[in-house]
């Protein structure tokens, strides 16, 4: 069962005790060397892909070039050139931002489907990815998603080929009638359908919509099956004031319940 306090015991870790995670920050490293360390203890098998950004403007404030990191998170056995889906939810945050909604919320619900799949596996194995960098630098697709990106840019034909599908969970936690459950618009909406129907099948309201601003649009764009859930609009976006206290656990857990009745329906 999908358990929300818990997830919300992470988001009050990463925004309120670590707080803003630009990339390629020291408190990003924290951040995911804590992560590592949860998807170790549920006997994942981690690996750490180095992602390297170019110095720019991240929502008004100047940033540095440097390296953020991909966390990759495997159950054991996991071959990614057989059958399998990715959920990711990307861990950094723009400077000036703790980050609750911001993305803590979605690498919350991630943890939590992370233990959930460690107890029971899905049908089909899922790979795990705190990807990092996510958040712009500049105007435009090539300074913004550098983890996904990167990823993408990485993944050989047989890799992609065996991709049932990417759900970016970004901004996940606050309070609304439904789920949005979003693509870029310029590709299959197959499984943006199919999540849609799995929300259904357990009585969560949810709605088809139309974004670019996560990294599922890394794998749109290179014509991967792809979905968003999240993106309700806030006051605190991006700014000091996105703390744990902009999220709801209900939210929460229309979208943790939501993605294990996809997960379990393959």
Not at 121 to 146: L, Q, T
Not at 185 to 212: H, K, M
Not at 240 to 245: A, Y
């Amino acid at each position: 069962m999908f358990d929300a306090d818990a997830a919300f015991d992470t988001i009050e870790h990463l925004a309120g005790e670590i707080g803003p995670r630009e990339g390629t920050s020291d408190a990003f490293a924290r951040a995911a060397d804590d992560i590592t360390d949860r998807f170790e203890g549920l006997d994942y098998e981690i690996s750490h892909v180095q992602v390297p950004v170019p110095a720019g403007n991240s929502w008004g404030v100047d940033v540095g070039e440097g390296e953020s990191t991909n966390v990759i998170a495997d159950p054991p056995g996991f071959d990614p050139d057989e059958a399998h889906v990715i959920i990711g939810a990307h861990l950094d945050t723009v400077p000036q931002a703790p980050g609750a909604e911001d993305n803590a919320s979605g690498v919350a619900v991630m943890m939590e489907l992370a233990r959930m799949a460690s107890v029971e596996a899905p049908p089909v194995p899922v790979r795990f990815i705190a990807f990092g960098a996510e958040e712009p630098r500049g105007e435009g697709d090539d300074m913004h998603h550098f983890g996904s990106q990167q990823y993408v840019a990485d993944m050989p034909a047989d890799q992609q080929e065996a991709l049932v599908g990417m759900v970016s969970l970004d901004r996940v936690g606050v309070a609304a009638d439904h789920v949005p459950i979003c693509t870029g618009g310029t590709g299959t909406t197959q499984l943006r359908d199919a999540l849609i129907e799995a929300a259904e099948s357990i009585d969560v309201p949810a709605e088809a919509c139309e974004n670019r601003a996560s990294d599922h649009w890394s794998f749109e764009k290179a014509e991967l099956p792809s979905a968003r859930l999240g993106s309700v609009p806030y006051e605190a976006y991006h700014s000091p004031d996105d703390v744990p206290e902009v999220v709801d656990t209900d939210q929460l857990d229309l979208v943790g319940r939501t993605m294990w009745a996809w997960l379990t329906s393959l």
